[in-house]
């Protein structure tokens, strides 16, 4: 079985900022690319931002320059460091992860967090 757990959404004033925590634990061989998609109300789920195994991102338009996306391979680990943050992120946050699970095809397969909220006011 893979866990992605993600913690640190919130509830914070427009111009602030959070940062978000994603871990993946249980069998895993390797983790490929992980990412940070949200869904508001009424939308569909869009990426945030993506990383690659070896440090390389990209993130969407509208978060370039206020969003900074890390990884600590050697904790299964992703972070989202949300700056100047505006009252259209509000949304639910999933981490992404590409897992090759220890038991499976041998193939890498999707698994995602199950979200946290993050709500900024204006």
């Known amino acids: 079985q893979v866990q992605l757990v993600e913690s640190g959404g919130g509830l914070v004033q427009a111009g602030g900022s959070l940062r978000l925590s994603c871990a993946a634990s249980?069998?895993?061989?390797?983790?490929?690319?992980m990412g940070w998609y949200r869904q508001a109300p009424g939308k569909q789920r869009e990426l945030v931002a993506r990383?690659?195994?070896?440090?390389?991102?990209n993130y969407a338009d509208s978060e370039k320059g206020r969003f900074t996306i890390s990884r600590d391979n050697a904790k299964n680990t992703v972070y989202l460091q949300m700056n100047s943050l505006k009252p259209e992120d509000t949304a639910v946050y999933y981490c992404?992860?590409?897992?090759?699970?220890?038991?499976?095809?041998?193939?890498?397969?999707?698994?995602w967090g199950q979200g946290t909220q993050v709500t900024v006011s204006s």
């Open positions: 992404y992860a590409d897992v090759l699970p220890k038991y499976g095809t041998g193939s890498y397969r999707g698994y």
């Open positions: 249980g069998s895993i061989l390797s983790i490929n690319a």
């Open positions: 990383i690659t195994k070896g440090g390389i991102t």
